[in-house]
Every structure is written in structure tokens, then in C-alpha cells.
């Protein structure tokens, strides 16, 4: 199982819940499994999304590996300017 630490705005889909845990082992695992354990978060998922796993932050990097003991952070979608 990974742990995931949820941000901001998007806690509202998980009832509040800073953090789940979902099996997963790709960052494109863990949007899937977020998406079918907490429909709420699949319209934002869908907008786009941000992963920080083990720090650096990730955009569509669907191959990613993710182990159970990566500190993994959901975000909204992080753009540069």
C-alpha cells in the first residue's frame, strides 16, 4: 500500500482525510486507484494533477515507479510561468 498525503482543496473528496492509502506501484496507479476509491477526486484527476513523490513533483509521468515506502503528496495541478 502507498500512503498518500492529500492537499489543499482536494480533501473535500476524501471526507476530509489528509492522508489514504491506495495500492499502487506507477504515480499512473496511484491516479487510478485515488479516481476509483474517492470519485471525487476523478473530475479533479481528469483536470489534471501533481504528484510529489519523494519530493519532486511529477505532471503525467504515468511510468514513475511509486514504492510503499515513497512520501507521496496529491496536488492540484502545478503550472510554471
Known amino acids: 500500500m502507498v500512503r498518500v498525503a492529500v492537499w489543499g482543496s482536494l480533501r473535500t473528496a476524501t471526507d476530509g482525510a489528509a492522508e489514504v492509502e491506495v ?5 499512473k496507479q496511484v491516479l487510478d486507484a485515488l ?6 477526486l476523478a473530475p479533479q484527476i481528469e483536470r489534471g494533477v501533481s504528484l ?22 496529491l496536488l492540484p495541478l502545478m503550472a510554471g510561468g
Open 35 to 40: 479516481a476509483r476509491d474517492y470519485p471525487g
Open 23 to 27: 495500492e499502487a506501484a506507477t504515480f
Open 52 to 73: 510529489a513523490i519523494d519530493g519532486v513533483i511529477y505532471k503525467e509521468s504515468w511510468f514513475t515507479p511509486v514504492r510503499a515506502d515513497s512520501e507521496v503528496v
